[in-house]
Protein backbone atom coordinates (compact mmCIF):
# COMPACT_ATOMS: atom_id res chain seq x y z
CA UNK A 1 0.00 0.00 0.00
CA UNK A 2 1.27 3.36 -0.95
CA UNK A 3 1.57 6.17 1.70
CA UNK A 4 0.00 8.69 -0.84
CA UNK A 5 -3.33 7.93 -2.00
CA UNK A 6 -4.50 11.36 -3.83
CA UNK A 7 -7.80 11.37 -2.04
CA UNK A 8 -6.90 15.24 -0.60
CA UNK A 9 -4.85 16.63 -3.32
CA UNK A 10 -8.22 18.56 -3.68
CA UNK A 11 -8.10 20.36 -0.62
CA UNK A 12 -10.60 17.34 1.62
CA UNK A 13 -9.87 14.54 3.69
CA UNK A 14 -12.14 11.33 5.13
CA UNK A 15 -12.90 10.94 8.89
CA UNK A 16 -14.02 7.95 10.01
CA UNK A 17 -17.20 6.65 8.70
CA UNK A 18 -16.43 7.65 5.04
CA UNK A 19 -17.52 11.67 5.64
CA UNK A 20 -15.55 13.98 3.45
CA UNK A 21 -14.44 17.63 4.96
CA UNK A 22 -12.08 20.22 3.64
CA UNK A 23 -9.19 20.32 5.37
CA UNK A 24 -9.69 23.68 7.09
CA UNK A 25 -12.66 21.65 8.52
CA UNK A 26 -13.08 22.86 12.62
CA UNK A 27 -12.81 18.68 13.43
CA UNK A 28 -9.63 18.62 10.95
CA UNK A 29 -7.98 21.42 12.72
CA UNK A 30 -9.06 19.98 16.04
CA UNK A 31 -7.42 16.91 15.50
CA UNK A 32 -4.46 18.25 13.87
CA UNK A 33 -3.77 19.99 17.02
CA UNK A 34 -4.01 17.27 19.22
CA UNK A 35 -1.34 15.35 16.61
CA UNK A 36 1.14 18.31 16.99
CA UNK A 37 1.16 17.91 20.43
CA UNK A 38 1.46 14.23 20.08
CA UNK A 39 4.55 14.48 17.88
CA UNK A 40 6.22 17.24 20.72
CA UNK A 41 5.37 14.74 23.41
CA UNK A 42 7.35 12.26 20.66
CA UNK A 43 10.31 14.70 21.43
CA UNK A 44 9.87 15.32 25.21
CA UNK A 45 9.82 11.79 25.29
CA UNK A 46 13.44 11.47 23.66
CA UNK A 47 14.75 13.79 25.86
CA UNK A 48 13.64 12.37 29.37
CA UNK A 49 16.62 11.54 31.64
CA UNK A 50 13.68 9.62 33.81
CA UNK A 51 12.02 6.31 33.03
CA UNK A 52 8.92 7.01 34.59
CA UNK A 53 8.47 10.73 32.94
CA UNK A 54 9.15 8.87 29.92
CA UNK A 55 6.18 6.01 30.52
CA UNK A 56 3.82 8.36 31.37
CA UNK A 57 4.15 10.88 28.24
CA UNK A 58 4.04 7.30 26.07
CA UNK A 59 0.51 6.72 27.94
CA UNK A 60 -0.56 10.11 27.05
CA UNK A 61 0.53 9.68 23.77
CA UNK A 62 -1.45 6.90 23.67
CA UNK A 63 -4.30 8.92 24.61
CA UNK A 64 -4.04 11.23 22.41
CA UNK A 65 -4.27 8.78 19.69
CA UNK A 66 -7.65 7.94 20.84
CA UNK A 67 -8.82 11.51 21.54
CA UNK A 68 -7.65 12.17 17.69
CA UNK A 69 -9.75 9.09 16.69
CA UNK A 70 -12.76 10.19 18.81
CA UNK A 71 -12.90 13.97 17.19
CA UNK A 72 -12.27 12.00 13.66
CA UNK A 73 -15.41 10.75 14.26
CA UNK A 74 -18.16 12.97 13.60
CA UNK A 75 -21.20 9.99 14.94
CA UNK A 76 -18.92 9.64 18.21
CA UNK A 77 -18.95 5.69 17.92
CA UNK A 78 -15.52 5.43 17.46
CA UNK A 79 -14.65 4.98 21.28
CA UNK A 80 -17.41 2.05 21.70
CA UNK A 81 -16.43 0.17 18.83
CA UNK A 82 -12.66 0.29 19.61
CA UNK A 83 -11.86 0.20 23.18
CA UNK A 84 -8.18 1.72 22.60
CA UNK A 85 -9.89 5.04 21.03
CA UNK A 86 -12.20 5.17 24.38
CA UNK A 87 -11.12 7.84 26.36
CA UNK A 88 -13.23 8.38 29.89
CA UNK A 89 -12.68 9.33 34.07
CA UNK A 90 -9.77 6.84 34.50
CA UNK A 91 -7.37 8.60 31.84
CA UNK A 92 -8.33 11.99 33.47
CA UNK A 93 -7.57 10.68 37.22
CA UNK A 94 -4.21 9.15 36.21
CA UNK A 95 -3.61 12.47 34.85
CA UNK A 96 -4.85 14.00 38.37
CA UNK A 97 -2.86 11.53 40.10
CA UNK A 98 0.49 12.48 38.24
CA UNK A 99 -0.36 16.09 38.78
CA UNK A 100 -0.20 15.58 42.75
CA UNK A 101 2.41 13.02 43.03
CA UNK A 102 4.66 16.18 41.07
CA UNK A 103 3.48 18.97 42.80
CA UNK A 104 3.68 17.68 46.09
CA UNK A 105 7.75 17.84 45.75
CA UNK A 106 7.64 21.52 44.67
CA UNK A 107 7.69 24.69 46.17
CA UNK A 108 4.54 26.51 46.23
CA UNK A 109 3.98 28.74 43.55
CA UNK A 110 3.89 32.29 44.33
CA UNK A 111 4.30 33.79 41.39
CA UNK A 112 3.79 33.36 37.13
CA UNK A 113 6.97 31.66 35.71
CA UNK A 114 8.17 32.20 32.31
CA UNK A 115 8.71 29.08 30.17
CA UNK A 116 12.20 28.06 29.55
CA UNK A 117 14.74 26.56 32.09
CA UNK A 118 16.16 23.19 30.90
CA UNK A 119 15.53 21.92 27.42
CA UNK A 120 12.93 19.41 28.48
CA UNK A 121 11.51 21.82 31.09
CA UNK A 122 11.26 24.40 28.06
CA UNK A 123 9.71 21.79 25.30
CA UNK A 124 6.95 20.94 28.23
CA UNK A 125 6.18 24.33 28.33
CA UNK A 126 5.79 24.37 24.45
CA UNK A 127 3.65 21.33 24.72
CA UNK A 128 1.37 23.17 27.09
CA UNK A 129 0.79 26.17 25.07
CA UNK A 130 -0.18 23.79 21.97
CA UNK A 131 -2.35 21.64 24.64
CA UNK A 132 -3.92 24.82 25.29
CA UNK A 133 -4.54 25.63 21.61
CA UNK A 134 -5.84 22.15 21.13
CA UNK A 135 -8.26 23.01 23.81
CA UNK A 136 -9.22 26.23 22.60
CA UNK A 137 -9.86 24.04 19.13
CA UNK A 138 -11.84 21.44 20.55
CA UNK A 139 -14.32 23.91 22.51
CA UNK A 140 -14.66 25.53 18.95
CA UNK A 141 -15.79 22.59 17.75
CA UNK A 142 -18.09 21.71 20.92
CA UNK A 143 -19.55 24.70 19.51
CA UNK A 144 -20.56 23.17 16.38
CA UNK A 145 -20.89 19.71 17.12
CA UNK A 146 -21.22 17.24 20.13
CA UNK A 147 -17.77 16.45 21.60
CA UNK A 148 -17.60 13.64 24.42
CA UNK A 149 -17.36 16.34 27.18
CA UNK A 150 -14.34 13.98 28.45
CA UNK A 151 -12.03 15.11 26.07
CA UNK A 152 -12.34 18.47 26.94
CA UNK A 153 -11.49 18.03 30.71
CA UNK A 154 -8.46 15.64 29.78
CA UNK A 155 -7.25 18.55 27.47
CA UNK A 156 -7.24 21.08 30.40
CA UNK A 157 -6.16 18.34 32.80
CA UNK A 158 -3.54 17.32 30.59
CA UNK A 159 -2.10 21.09 30.55
CA UNK A 160 -2.53 21.50 34.27
CA UNK A 161 0.47 18.15 34.29
CA UNK A 162 2.57 19.82 31.88
CA UNK A 163 3.05 22.51 33.41
CA UNK A 164 3.69 20.51 36.87
CA UNK A 165 6.23 18.20 34.42
CA UNK A 166 7.71 21.60 33.53
CA UNK A 167 8.57 23.00 37.16
CA UNK A 168 9.49 19.20 38.07
CA UNK A 169 12.31 19.16 35.22
CA UNK A 170 13.70 22.03 35.65
CA UNK A 171 13.98 21.01 39.42
CA UNK A 172 15.56 17.65 38.78
CA UNK A 173 17.86 19.55 36.14
CA UNK A 174 18.91 21.84 38.94
CA UNK A 175 17.67 24.84 36.73
CA UNK A 176 15.93 27.78 39.05
CA UNK A 177 12.23 29.00 38.05
CA UNK A 178 12.79 32.64 36.24
CA UNK A 179 9.22 34.23 37.64
CA UNK A 180 7.92 37.38 36.02
Known sequence: MKIYT???DAGDTGLFGGARVGKDHPRVAAYGDVDELNALLGVVKTQAADAALARLLGD???DLFALGAQLADPTARVGTKRKKAAIGPRNVARLERAIDTRQEKLPALR???LPGGSPTGAFL???RTICRRAERTVVALSRRSAVDPTVLVYLNRLSDLLFVLARSENRR???PEDRW
Request: charged share 20%; no cysteine.
Open 111 to 113: AFI
Open 125 to 127: HLA
Open 6 to 8: KTG
Open 60 to 62: VQR
Open 173 to 175: AGR
